[in-house]
């Protein structure tokens, strides 16, 4: 078995199969992006994509992430 080949970290890293879909509840041909933060891609994972929904993860760091309507930089 080999690994795939790495990936930009803007690129698309493929597309759900069918059969790994049935499995995960996701419909087949999702794509998959690469280069996700960790907390990012988990709080993407857990629905907080809109402003009034929220994440805390507490570990070796700790991270709060809450989307917001704005774009602050």
């Known amino acids: 078995m080999r690994c795939p080949a790495a ?3 803007a690129g ?3 597309r759900l199969r069918a059969v790994v879909g049935t499995g995960s509840g996701c419909p087949a041909g999702r794509s998959g992006a690469a280069g ?5 891609a988990g709080a993407v994972g857990l629905g907080v994509v809109r402003p009034g929904v929220g ?3 507490l570990g070796t760091s700790g991270v709060v992430l809450v989307p917001t309507a704005d774009v602050f930089v």
């Open 7 to 9: 990936r930009g970290r």
């Open 12 to 14: 698309l890293a493929g």
């Open 36 to 40: 996700a933060a960790d907390e990012a």
């Open 55 to 57: 994440m805390i993860s």
